[in-house]
């Protein structure tokens, strides 16, 4: 093709080009149009109708749960309570039997050792020194070695060991 040359393409292309650019700027159009709709919708609707709707969708989702995985879904209000001083104290029984269970099947020696650390805080909180405190808990952990293990059920019976 030369200069010259009056059978070119181009005016043909641009125009395409053209053509397709204005359908992509209306469908965009239509497009960022309906999420606006859709935003100021749900923005306008009645607040009921609107938590009707949230709890509907709650109440879907745990029964999908339920069936899909056979576990419970925790609930979507962290700590259920009305006022304050009942949130607080459903959040400390929330926390305590947490602690209940995560403690539940700990060996003896991990119990004592939480048991030394708090003794430690609530000593050095009492104004203990550390070498007083260190001294202390020295004698705590030697009399620990040296102490019978609790008599079990066996162990209570005045017969036990006669054979």
């Keep these: 093709m030369t200069i010259a040359d009056t059978t070119s393409d181009a005016r043909k292309t641009v125009m395409d080009t053209v053509r397709e650019k ?5 469908a965009d159009n239509a497009r960022n149009k309906a999420e606006r ?8 609707r009645d ?3 609107y938590e009707k709707q949230k709890k509907d969708q709650k ?6 749960i339920a069936e899909t995985e056979g576990r419970e879904v925790r609930a979507y209000v962290v700590v259920p309570g009305e006022t304050r001083s009942e949130k607080d104290q459903n959040a400390r029984q929330r926390h305590a039997e947490k602690e209940r269970k995560r403690w539940a099947n700990a060996s003896q ?5 939480k ?3 708090v003794w430690c805080s609530r000593k050095g909180k009492a104004g203990w020194s550390e070498e007083r405190i260190a001294l202390e808990l020295a004698k705590r952990q030697e009399a620990r ?3 019978q293990p609790e008599p079990g059920p066996y162990e209570d019976n005045p ?3 006669a054979f």
């Design 159 to 161: 017969n036990y060991g």
């Design 109 to 113: 020696e991990q119990k004592d050792k």
């Design 37 to 44: 709709n859709a935003r100021r919708y749900k923005a306008e």
């Design 145 to 147: 070695r040296h102490r």
């Design 115 to 117: 048991n030394d650390k």
């Design 59 to 64: 109440a879907e989702y745990a029964d999908m």
């Design 47 to 49: 607040p009921d109708e």
């Design 22 to 26: 204005r359908e992509q700027i209306a």
